[in-house]
């Protein structure tokens, strides 16, 4: 693969396309950027379900708060065995996953259509943005929101409660359907965070991405393998190893995605986040 073409596979697809890309202009996105100026990049993953809970489907879609510039679709060749029980919700099965990218790539890829926007998941813990960038040698240097704390901010919503996103589809009154497919639940998390925004600068008056970035922090999770020496190491006055820290995104003055209308029409879906977090092909307990 060159450092210029990107040959995707989305669910569906026999085989492996190019990846259609479009110049889209792309301001640099820091605190001080508008709301009503930023462009964001939704995205949801499908995984395994067995730890290390490897990424099977990476889905995401490229917006405003005004209207849909264009979408990321691809499965991805993992080569490790899918829990039986994320199968069954996801419906990703070995047979798909041939010839599609392996993650390195897919990562590439995803990176390079989400290039100075805000990313925006539907994951209490950063669960899908930690998967993103697990492995490389610098964290993901975007801006990240979680719609379900942007949720518990502006809705009536019970403290402790992680709302799925059907939940929140529903209760926004959304004409989109979580469906567990990576880029469907993109596009219904693009949606909720419209809704979300929207709602934000009404009730609190938010009118930057640091504004919503200060309300709606990232949140810090310990993932380290071993728990227990990790506590230790603690203990004995070393340095935590946590999620990566936040920090503006950098400019792209114009940048490739691909274009909004290859979208497929209709539904959108939602894995763990529908219900519980905890569920396998999801963020691990």
Known sequence: MSSSQFFLKPRGAAKAVPWEEIAVDAPEVGPLTPLDQAQFVALDVETTGNSPFLVLELGAERFTLDQTLSFFDTLVDCRAPINPYARRRHQIDRSMLIGAPGFKDARRAFLRFAQGAVLVEHSHDAFDTWLVGRGLES???????????????????????????????????????????????ARATAMVFRALAQR????????????????????????????KASAADRARGAPARTGQPRSA?????????????????????????????????????
């Open 200 to 227: 934000a600068m009404e009730q609190l008056g938010l009118t930057t991405v640091g504004d919503v970035l200060t309300l709606v922090p990232r949140p810090v999770v310990d993932r380290t393998p071993n728990r």
């Open 139 to 185: 964290p993901l240097e975007h801006p990240i929101i979680d719609t379900t704390a942007l949720a518990r901010l502006v809705m009536e919503i019970p403290k402790g409660q992680v709302p799925g996103l059907q939940r929140l589809v529903t209760d926004l009154g959304l004409d989109i359907t979580p469906a567990h497919a990576a880029l469907d639940d």
């Open 249 to 285: 995104a950098p400019a792209a003055p114009r940048r490739a995605t691909s274009p909004a209308q290859s979208a497929r029409p209709g539904r959108s879906r939602r894995r763990r986040r529908s219900g519980s977090s905890g569920s396998p092909g999801g963020s691990p307990a």
